[in-house]
């Protein structure tokens, strides 16, 4: 990725005190390690960055390099030490990441999209999900954020816990109306 600034990569005992850094015990250490790696790839590959396990090792090569000093200094939870590392390592190649938008849509395909969201929302979801998912996406803007709010509310839970609800939805409705829309271009 010629985005990224490159970095020497650690030596071998930088890296052996950043595991340890992590756990003394090497196999939790290794654990910890993959945890946080496969939080980074998601994250960074959601924010459409073409080679999220790059961008991870880099963030980890950083922590390598300055592990001295952490050792030293740092109080706290390392993966939240690498966790801000990436969030810089992201800032650095985020100005090469804009993506095309995609075409818009014309209206047979709309009407199509909508209908095999209907379908979906229809098959998969109570009707208190429907709902549920339908306000949530209903504003724009400072209305969405007070519907949002009021959502959580209603429901009892923090904004966090409404989009992870949210997210599970989308999560089952996704592959109903992707499955649609290819059965309708056949």
Same mark, same amino acid.
């Given at each position: ?6 970095? !020497? ?11 340890? %850094? *992590? ?14 790696? *496969?939080?980074?790839?998601?994250? *960074? ?5 073409? /080679? #999220?396990? $790059?961008?991870? /090792? ?27 590392? !990436? ?14 938008? #995609?075409?818009? #849509?014309?209206?047979?395909?709309? $009407? ?30 400072? $209305? ?37 829309? %290819?059965?309708?271009?056949?």
């Amino acid at each position: 990725m010629s985005h990224i600034k490159k970095r !020497a990569p650690p030596s071998k005992e930088a890296f052996d005190k950043l595991l340890m %850094w *992590f756990d003394p015990d090497r196999e939790k250490a290794a654990k910890k390690y993959q945890t946080i790696q *496969f939080r980074l790839v998601r994250i *960074f590959a959601a924010k459409g960055c073409p /080679d #999220p396990e $790059e961008l991870v /090792d880099e963030s980890f090569n950083v922590a390598a390099l300055k592990i001295d000093t952490l050792l030293e200094s740092y109080v706290g939870d390392p993966s939240l030490y690498i966790h801000g590392i !990436a969030k810089k390592i992201f800032l650095e190649v985020k100005p090469g990441l804009i993506p095309n938008p #995609p075409p818009i #849509p014309d209206s047979i395909e709309l $009407e199509q999209r909508s209908s095999c969201l209907d379908q979906c929302l229809e098959r998969l979801t109570t009707p208190e999900e429907r709902s549920l998912i339908l306000r949530y996406h209903a504003h724009e803007k400072q $209305e969405k954020i007070r519907v949002r709010q009021q959502l959580a509310k209603e429901l009892g839970c923090t904004l966090n816990a409404l989009r992870i609800k949210v997210c599970h939805i989308q999560a089952r409705l996704r592959p109903c109306i992707q499955e649609c829309l %290819w059965l309708l271009e056949e």
